[in-house]
Nanobody, 127 residues
Framework: QVQLVESGGGLVQAGGSLRLSCGVS????????LAWFRQAPGKEREFVAA????????YYADSVKGRFTISGNNAKTTMYLQMNSLKPEDTAVYYC????????????????????WGQGTQVTVSS
C-alpha cells in the first residue's frame, strides 16, 4: 500500500503563495500517477492537478492553470503543489491521491481513478 501524507496548508491572504507537500512512502514502485484534489464544505471533491509519477506529464484544472504548479522531487518521495496568486475560491481541504496503473489523460481528473488518498491539509485564503 502507498502512504500519502499532506502538509504545508495554512492561512494566506488573497494574492499570496503557498506550497503543499505530499510525502509518498510504502509500495511506490508501481505508482503511475499522483494528483491533488480539493474539497470545500458542501462541495464535491474536485480535481486540481496531476503528475505522471513514472514519467513527466502534468495536467491541471482550468481553474488553477497558470497559477499552480505540480512537481515531484528526484527521489520520488515527495509531491509538491506550488500555489501562487491564491484566491478565496481556492479555500478547501487539499488531498493527494495515487493511482497504481496506467490511465489515459482523460481520466486523470476523476476521483474514482485513484487507489490511495491522504488525510488532507487545510488551505484558507482570506480576502
Amino acid at each position: 500500500q502507498v502512504q500519502l501524507v499532506e502538509s504545508g496548508g495554512g492561512l494566506v491572504q488573497a494574492g499570496g503563495s503557498l506550497r503543499l507537500s505530499c510525502g509518498v512512502s510504502g509500495r511506490t514502485f508501481s505508482t503511475y500517477m499522483l494528483a491533488w484534489f480539493r474539497q470545500a464544505p458542501g462541495k464535491e471533491r474536485e480535481f486540481v492537478a496531476a503528475v505522471v509519477w513514472s514519467g513527466s506529464g502534468t495536467y491541471y484544472a482550468d481553474s488553477v492553470k497558470g497559477r499552480f504548479t505540480i512537481s515531484g522531487n528526484n527521489a520520488k518521495t515527495t509531491m509538491y503543489l506550488q500555489m501562487n496568486s491564491l484566491k478565496p475560491e481556492d479555500t478547501a481541504v487539499y488531498y493527494c491521491a495515487a493511482k497504481r496503473d496506467w490511465v489515459p489523460p482523460s481520466l486523470a481528473s476523476t476521483v474514482r481513478t485513484y487507489d490511495n488518498w491522504g488525510q488532507g491539509t487545510q488551505v484558507t485564503v482570506s480576502s
